[in-house]
């Protein structure tokens, strides 16, 4: 486990401004997870619009943008008002128009600066212009200490040998899964009537149809014969699918204190974690206490047993159980986990592909012109009981 020491004192600065720059790109990177698209400006020597670092943070549409200061140790100076004016007007000529201008300084905290900083952003927001922030050498070292992977970088200088990673996974490790509920259709078909051909029917059906006849019979001693039903009186809905969901640390680090939340966001009847797992279907009690999942609404919440830490390379799983709709459509299925040092979040796919058994009842039609294509009547669930 990697401990993080609450010594900022020792959080060197870098010896350069090129470092600073790259320091401050790793850094903001982090912050606003978009450690692949946060950009340095051009290079050295080119006009730069007063931004030396630029991204749209994840959840924003406009850019951000920054202006990488070294000072003290390496320039012996502070960052004088005139500077940041000048940096302000040649911001405000950066294409597209930015949302947020932030100094970044070594320099060591100072309250006359940081004053004027704040005067600075309101004026410009009631301009209608971006707004502006500063982080002086102390407050980069706290957003050091709380962001790991700048701080393995930086301070620790592991430069990503402790990378924190996690993905989830249908069943075979994919991100998408076919399930195939089976539904009933309904279907009419139409028919032209055949010529009545009068004939005998030997069949004993009618014979019971006809009440005074059975009454008689009942008298000589004979019964009727009762249809029987060789079916289980348990409920069976053959349109609840299962599936697996996987949740592997692809990371070179221990994922600790972590918890997994899922949400169905697709159309579906009902998501379950269980089925009846006992002597005909009862809910098995000794499954329920090895469960560590718990439904609510269209939400799976996943929680490891006694907190147990997900080591490297290791994974869970667990099934779940849905009621999709009878229809070929996708549901999405929303992650999101949380742990001590690290979060992340995805999507996965449930693609629904409904496997249709037709009953179909008949329509005789007199002519050739009554004929019509046949008619979905209704598209059910497959299943051996009723809602009722």
Not at 106 to 125: A, G
Not at 298 to 323: G, H, M, T, V
Request: glycine share 4%; hydrophobic share 35%; with cysteine.
């Amino acid at each position: 486990m990697n401990i993080k020491p609450h010594m900022k004192k020792s959080i060197q600065k870098p010896e350069n401004w090129q470092d600073f720059e790259t320091l401050c790109k790793k850094l903001w990177g982090e912050i606003w997870n978009i450690p692949t698209k946060i950009k340095k400006n051009g290079r050295s020597g080119q006009s730069q619009s007063g931004v030396d670092v630029y991204g749209i943070p994840k959840g924003e549409s406009s850019y951000w943008g920054i202006q990488c200061k070294g000072k003290d140790n390496y320039t012996n100076a502070r960052l004088t008002t005139k500077e940041i004016e000048n940096e302000i007007t040649k911001a405000k000529t950066f294409n597209p128009k930015l949302e947020v201008f932030i100094f970044a300084t070594t320099m060591n905290k100072d309250v006359e600066i940081e004053e004027f900083i704040r005067l600075k952003d309101i004026e410009s927001r009631e301009n209608g212009d971006f707004e502006i922030l500063l982080f002086c050498w102390e407050d980069i070292a706290d957003l050091i200490e709380e962001n790991l992977d700048t701080y393995n970088f930086w301070v620790a200088n592991k430069l990503h040998k402790t990378k924190f990673d996690f993905e989830v996974y249908l069943n075979e490790f994919e991100n998408e899964f076919v399930i195939k509920p089976k539904c009933i259709r309904k279907i009419k078909r139409y028919r032209l009537k055949e010529p009545e051909v009068e004939r005998l029917d030997t069949g004993i059906s009618p014979l019971f149809n006809n009440a005074e006849l059975v009454r008689k019979l009942s008298m000589i001693g004979y019964q009727q014969p009762i249809l029987q039903n060789n079916f289980s009186s348990r409920k069976v809905n053959e349109a609840i699918c299962s599936f697996e969901l996987i949740m592997a640390n692809t990371g070179s680090a221990v994922i600790e204190d972590w918890r997994l939340t899922f949400r169905v966001t697709g159309e579906h009847k009902e998501i379950m974690d269980q089925l009846g797992t006992g002597p005909m279907g009862m809910i098995d009690i000794g499954f329920l206490k090895h469960k560590r999942t718990h439904v609510t609404g269209n939400r799976i919440s996943y929680n490891p047993k006694d907190n147990e830490p997900l080591i490297q390379k290791d994974n869970r799983y667990f099934e779940a159980f849905i009621i999709p709709l009878c229809k070929e459509y996708i549901i999405p299925v929303e992650w999101e986990l949380l742990a001590r040092d690290f979060d992340k979040s995805g999507t996965l796919f449930l693609n629904i592909k409904p496997q249709y058994e037709d009953k179909i009842t008949y329509e005789y039609v007199d002519t050739e012109d009554d004929l019509k294509e046949d008619e979905i009547i209704s598209i059910d669930e497959k299943k051996n009981y009723t809602d009722d």
